[in-house]
């Protein structure tokens, strides 16, 4: 997955705020969030980001997959990847 090239963004203090060009909604991630963000700004895939945050968060291999496949499909959704 890519950023879409309609979508902007930039960081905010913790947080990072996405716009979506195309629909004009802009979207505030939080510093989990922004985490994957960056990945996938970085042309990371889903499995290094995870591999990444397992690195860095207290939890298993699993949830942080689900948690970010999660965030994948309400960013594909969208339409800030694509």
Known sequence: MKVSSLVISTELEDSVVVV???????????????????GITEGKTESEI??????????????IAASVGRLFD??????LIV
């Open 50 to 63: 995870v591999e990444r945050m397992v690195l860095e968060y207290d939890a298993t291999k699993d949830q």
């Open 74 to 79: 309400a960013l594909e959704r969208a339409e």
């Open 20 to 38: 979506n060009l195309n629909s004009k909604r802009y979207y505030i991630l939080n510093s989990t969030a922004g985490l994957i963000w960056r």
